[in-house]
């Protein structure tokens, strides 16, 4: 029989070997690496102030080196998470209880699938699991959350008993394509001719710049973060990260950032920020100074594709909702999060409520799958 785990709890991801965090993490996804994590601590985009206090979780093997880790974050509100739990804390708090602090495995500000059991030895998957429970339980918590779990990951946490939930984004799956063109072959007439238009409409008068590694300076930081700042003051308040993150990404990752740019006479009014995987895309931020129509769908959704088909790459994940993704070649794919309510009455409930939704989630995927602007029969 094994020896039980010992699990120790880190105060900053940024503490830990970058190495022995890389080598549980894999090379994958850039959201859980070593550089993107430690870069949300050290600009202060988490820690005091921000709602999130990182809390990694970690595992050594029998040689003394990391063997399982868990980007794991306390919280105090529900705010840059994308799986929507302020339900939940409300009928807490009005039954008596406190549902903050809570505990969460996620990437900040993120809302991208990917492994959050991060696993040299896969045998250790249970005790990780078990000491986020713990984490809980120890200091009298309401619940821990897992959020946007990459799907193999999903059944570790169903067989410890954590609730699934289920919803979907849309992302684009390159079928061998070549080129845009390829791509487009494959719609249907009608949502060829509108992507064509809405193409060049969004581009008449403009150049499109791709920056990736060391094109990238601070320069195209300052532009970048008005874009930002203007985007994030709309949706969020404020923007949730701050002007370091931008720099330390492109000293510590600029060959996985790919920024693209839209440049009137020169001078850049629109940019679209992606992190680069071995496998996926991932869009993740944009913004504009001037108002130009389709250049939102141009930057972040055609040019992302034209960037994967080039890259190789195997689909684009462009963030979260949007169902208008459906007629530019995104379709819906299903996302998990999974849950550990400590009180037994409230799993109860909100074990219920995740039946009720899960059904829900299936007949609209099912609908938007109907409905994608694929040449029927293929």
């Known amino acids: 029989m094994p020896e039980p785990a010992t699990i120790r ?35 202060g985009s988490v820690g005091t102030g921000t709602g999130w206090q990182s809390l990694p979780l970690t595992i050594d093997g029998p040689d003394g080196r990391l063997a399982a880790a868990a980007p794991c974050y306390a919280k105090t509100h529900s705010q840059g998470e994308y799986v929507f739990d302020h339900s939940w804390a409300d009928a807490w708090q009005r039954a008596g209880g406190h549902y903050y602090p809570k505990i969460q495995l996620a990437v900040p500000f993120s809302p991208v699938p990917g492994p959050r059991l991060l696993l040299r030895d896969h045998a250790l998957a249970p005790a990780l699991i078990a000491g986020i429970e713990q984490l809980v339980m120890n200091n009298g918590l309401s619940s821990g959350h897992a959020t946007f779990v990459a799907a193999d990951q999903v059944p570790l946490f169903e067989a410890a008993g954590w ?32 992507i064509r238009k809405e193409r060049a409409r969004a581009v008449a008068g403009l150049e499109i710049a791709h920056l990736t590694g060391s094109t990238l300076t601070e320069a195209h930081w300052d532009i970048f973060w008005r874009f930002y700042q203007d985007t994030g003051a709309r949706k969020w308040g404020r923007p949730y990260l701050t002007r370091m993150a931008f720099s330390l990404m492109g000293e510590r990752m600029a060959d996985r950032i790919l920024l693209i ?52 790459l195997d689909r684009v994940e462009a963030g979260a909702q949007g169902g208008h993704k459906l007629a530019r070649g995104y379709t819906p794919q299903p996302t998990y999060s999974a849950h550990f309510i400590a009180d037994p009455g409230f799993r109860r409930a909100v074990a219920g409520f995740l039946a009720q939704e899960r059904e829900a989630v299936a007949q609209d995927r099912a609908f938007l799958d109907a409905h994608a602007p694929f040449r029927k029969g293929d």
């Open 9 to 43: 709890v880190g105060k900053a991801v940024s503490a830990i070997d970058r190495n022995q965090w890389d080598a549980c993490a894999g090379p994958d996804n850039p959201f859980v690496s070593h550089d993107f994590l430690s870069i949300m601590e050290e600009s």
């Open 163 to 194: 609730l699934i939930r289920e919803d979907s984004q849309f992302h684009f799956t390159n079928r061998g394509y070549r080129s845009f063109d390829d791509f487009l072959a494959d719609l249907s007439s009608s949502k060829r001719k509108s």
């Open 261 to 312: 740019l839209a440049l009137r006479d020169g001078i850049p009014i629109a940019g679209a920020l992606n992190l680069i995987g071995t496998d996926a895309l991932y869009g993740r931020y944009w913004g504009c100074t001037q108002d130009v129509p389709f250049l939102h769908f141009e930057l972040c959704y055609y040019q992302a594709i034209d960037a994967a088909i080039g890259l190789g």
